[in-house]
C-alpha cells in the first residue's frame, strides 16, 4: 500500500468510526496496520475503537505501541490511562495521566480521569483537588460535579456532597447518577418524599439505574415500609445479583420482617456467601502460623467506633484486654471521629480509618497489618466490609455484636453468641460460622458517663405509660398486635415511641393507618423524634412506667438503656438470636419474670407490672444496682472469657 493509498484508507476507516460503523473501521485499520506497523495515526485510532468495543487489553496495546511512535501526543497517552484503569490498573494508569497532563494541563477529562484512578488508590483528598480542577477548567462538567460530590459524600458524610450534586443537576437535569446521589444524600436528614422523588426521576430518566433501585429502597427501609424495601432490595439484585450493597441491605432488612422463616432468613445469608466469594480458581490466603506465638495481634473492624451502641458494647472489653496476651488494633471506617472514637483509640496501639476506600486497599492494608485474629462487629449493617473477610484476610476472623445474625459467610470461622441467644444445636444449623458461647451474656455495657440521675416514680395519678425507644423499623405488625391487647388490657394507659423522624409529618401520616388497623386509638401514642445529646434521651425514661420489646427484633442498647434508667422491659422470646437478646440481657440483671413465651404472657407481664404502681417505684430506686451486680458490668470478668475464648478460636485455627 502507497503512501497516498494509506491515508486515503485511513482516512476511509475514520469517516466509518465517526459514523458510528465500528466493524467497517476495524476492518480497514487492520490494513492499515499491516501496511505500516508503526504508524501512529493507525496504532492510536485502532486503540481508541478496540477500547470502545471494551477489548481493553488489546486497546492496552495498541495505545502502547502508538505511545511509543509519539511520545508527544497528550490525547493518546491519556487514553491509554484509560485503556489501564479499565483493565483496574489504576496505578499503571497513574503515570499515563500525569504524562498527558505535563503535555497539556488544560484537558478537563484528563484531570477527571486522573481522579478516577486516584479515587480507586486510595487517595481520596489527591483525587478530590483532581476533580476541583476538571471543574475549574470546565465549568459546566456536570459528571465531575456528581463525581467530586461522590467522594466527598464517602470521605465527609452524604450531607457535604449535596451541594455538588445540586450544581450537576443544575447544568443537567436529568442525570441519573446525580439524582440518585441526592437521594442517597438526602436519607440521613429525612427527606424522605425529595429522596424518593430523587430516586423516581433516576429511574424515569436511566431504568437501568441499580444503584436507583436500591437508593429507593433505602429511603423505604428508613421511612419505616419494610416489605417494600425488601421487595425493591430483591428488584435490584434480579437486575444485579453481583450489587454487595443491594444484598447486604436486605438481609438487614429481612431481620425486621415478622413473615419470614428462619429457614427462608438463612437460605438468603447463603446466597449472600456464594456471591462474594472469590471466584472459583482464585489464589487462596495463606497465613504462617507460629503455635507458640505468646502475643497475639487482635484487630476489630467496624463503621461504628464513634458514638454508637457498638462503641458503648466494645469499650469495657478493650478496657480490660490483657495487654500481655494481645496487642490491640482498630480500623474504623466512617468519617465521623468523636470524642468516644479517641477514648477507644487510647486503649489501642494502632489505629487506621478506611473510610471512603475501596475494599480492594483496604484487604491490601490489611494483610500489611497482618492481625491473627479479625473481629467484624459489623455484619450486614450499613458500611459494612464482609467482601473483604469473603477473600481471608486474617489466620482467624470472628463476627460479634453487631448484627443478630449469620454473615452467610463460610470464611468467617466464629460467631460470638450466649446460651440464652444461641442455646443449642438447632441455632448451630442456621450460622455458617461455629457458635461461640462465652460468657453468660454476650454483652459488656458500659452506661453513657452522661447518664442522668433515676427520677423519683412517677404519680399514680398520672396515665400509666409504656414506651419504646428502638428503631421503629424493629416495630412489626406482631408487635402493633401485642400493643393493642396491652393498651385494651390497661385502661387510659398509652405509648411513648421515639426513633428517626418519628416527628416528621410524612412519617406519622404513613404510621397512623398501621396503628388504626390494630385498633390503637392514635391519641394513646405519642411520637418523638432524636433528642440532641444521649442525656436527654435517657431522660425521656422518666416519662415511662414500663418498656415494651419488639419482636422479633429484640432491643439491645434500648434494653440495658431502659433497665439503667429504672424501667423494666417486657420481652417476647422467640425462634432465633435476634428474639432472644433482651432475654439473655434481662436474665443478666436478675430479671427473668419479664421474659414472655406466648403472646398471652406479654400482654400479662406488662399489665401487671403497670398495675402495681410500688412496685414500679421501687424498680426505679433498684435495677441499677441489679446491673451492677450481673454479667453485663462485669467489665473484668466480661473482659477475661472473652480473651479465653479469643485464644480457643487462636488454639483450633492453629491445630
Not at 453 to 460: F, L, Y
Not at 494 to 507: C, D, P, T, Y
Not at 605 to 631: C, N, Q
Request: glycine fraction near 6%.
Amino acid at each position: 500500500m502507497n503512501p497516498a493509498q494509506l491515508t486515503r484508507t485511513l482516512q476511509t476507516a475514520l469517516a466509518h468510526h465517526q459514523a458510528g460503523r465500528l466493524d467497517d473501521a476495524g476492518k480497514l485499520y487492520r490494513q492499515v496496520r499491516t501496511a505500516a506497523p508503526k504508524l501512529f495515526d493507525g496504532l492510536h485510532l485502532s486503540g481508541v475503537l478496540a477500547y470502545q468495543q471494551s477489548r481493553y487489553t488489546e486497546a492496552v496495546d495498541l495505545l502502547t505501541r502508538a505511545h511509543q511512535a509519539n511520545r508527544k501526543h497528550a490525547l493518546c497517552q491519556m487514553r491509554l490511562g484509560l485503556a489501564l484503569a479499565a483493565l483496574g490498573r489504576h496505578a499503571e494508569a497513574e503515570p499515563h495521566y500525569r504524562g498527558s497532563l505535563k503535555l497539556d494541563a488544560g484537558v478537563p477529562e484528563t484531570w477527571n480521569n486522573l481522579a478516577v484512578s486516584l479515587k480507586s488508590l486510595g487517595r481520596a483528598a489527591e483525587a478530590g483537588d483532581a476533580y476541583r480542577k476538571a471543574v475549574e477548567l470546565k465549568p459546566d462538567y456536570y459528571d465531575a460535579h456528581d463525581r467530586l460530590g461522590a467522594l466527598i459524600s464517602d470521605t465527609q458524610g452524604l450531607a457535604a456532597g449535596i451541594p455538588h450534586f445540586r450544581r450537576c443537576l443544575e447544568l443537567k437535569p436529568d442525570y441519573a447518577p446525580a439524582l440518585c446521589n441526592l437521594g442517597l444524600a438526602l436519607l440521613p436528614d429525612g427527606k424522605f418524599d425529595e429522596a424518593h422523588a430523587c430516586f423516581t426521576r433516576a429511574l424515569a430518566s436511566d431504568p437501568s439505574l441499580t444503584q436507583a433501585l436500591v437508593g429507593r429502597s433505602l429511603a423505604w427501609q428508613q421511612s419505616y415500609h419494610m416489605e417494600a424495601a425488601a421487595a425493591g432490595y430483591a428488584e435490584a439484585l434480579a437486575r444485579d445479583p453481583g450489587h454487595h450493597e443491594a444484598r447486604s441491605a436486605r438481609l438487614l432488612t429481612l431481620n425486621y420482617l415478622d413473615n419470614r422463616s428462619r429457614a427462608e432468613i438463612f437460605a438468603d445469608h447463603l446466597a449472600f456467601g456464594r456471591a462474594a466469594a472469590p471466584a472459583e480458581g482464585s489464589p487462596r490466603a495463606s497465613f504462617a502460623i507460629d503455635p507458640s506465638k505468646k502475643r497475639l495481634r487482635l484487630a476489630f473492624l467496624s463503621p461504628d467506633l464513634r458514638a454508637h451502641s457498638v462503641a458503648y458494647f466494645l469499650e469495657p472489653l478493650l478496657q480490660h484486654l490483657d495487654r500481655e496476651r494481645f496487642e490491640i488494633v482498630l480500623y474504623h471506617d466512617h468519617f465521623q471521629v468523636d470524642a468516644m472514637s479517641e477514648r477507644l483509640r487510647s486503649h489501642v496501639s494502632l489505629w487506621r480509618n478506611f473510610v471512603g476506600l475501596p475494599h480492594g486497599i483496604v484487604e491490601q492494608q490489611i494483610r500489611t497489618d497482618a492481625p491473627d485474629i479479625l473481629v467484624d462487629l459489623a455484619g450486614h449493617t450499613g458500611w459494612n466490609r464482609l467482601p473483604v473477610f469473603a477473600r481471608r484476610v486474617a489466620p482467624v476472623q470472628i463476627s460479634y455484636l453487631g448484627y443478630p445474625n449469620t454473615t452467610g459467610l463460610d470464611t468467617m470461622d466464629f460467631r460470638f453468641v450466649d446460651a440464652i441467644t444461641d442455646p443449642d444445636d438447632e441455632d448451630q444449623r442456621f450460622h455458617t460460622e461455629r457458635l461461640i458461647r462465652f460468657a453468660p451474656t454476650a454483652w459488656s455495657y458500659a452506661p453513657p458517663l452522661a447518664a442522668p440521675e433515676i427520677s423519683p416514680p412517677r404519680a399514680a395519678a398520672e396515665p400509666v405509660t409504656f414506651g419504646s425507644f428502638n428503631n421503629f423499623a424493629k416495630v412489626s405488625e406482631t408487635t402493633l398486635a401485642l400493643w393493642s391487647r396491652i393498651l385494651a388490657a390497661v385502661p387510659n394507659s398509652r405509648i411513648l415511641l421515639k426513633g428517626h423522624g418519628l416527628q416528621q409529618a410524612e412519617i406519622a401520616s404513613t404510621l397512623m393507618p398501621r396503628l388504626k388497623s390494630h385498633a390503637i386509638d392514635p391519641a394513646r401514642i405519642e411520637l418523638l423524634g432524636r433528642t440532641p445529646n444521649i442525656a436527654s434521651h435517657l431522660a425521656l425514661y422518666a416519662r415511662m412506667d414500663v418498656a415494651l420489646d419488639p419482636f422479633p427484633y429484640h432491643g439491645t442498647t434500648t434494653t440495658c438503656e431502659a433497665l439503667w434508667m429504672g424501667v423494666p422491659v417486657v420481652t417476647l422470646y422467640g425462634d432465633r438470636h435476634a428474639a432472644r437478646v433482651s432475654a439473655s440481657l434481662l436474665t443478666a440483671a436478675s430479671h427473668p419474670e419479664w421474659i414472655a413465651h406466648t403472646p398471652d404472657e406479654y400482654v400479662s407481664i406488662s399489665a401487671a407490672l403497670a398495675a402495681d404502681r410500688e412496685k414500679l417505684g421501687a424498680l426505679r430506686r433498684t435495677l441499677r444496682d441489679d446491673l451492677r451486680r450481673g454479667p453485663l458490668l462485669d467489665h473484668a470478668g466480661q473482659a477475661r472469657r472473652f480473651a479465653d475464648a479469643l485464644l480457643d478460636c487462636w488454639r483450633a485455627r492453629v491445630v
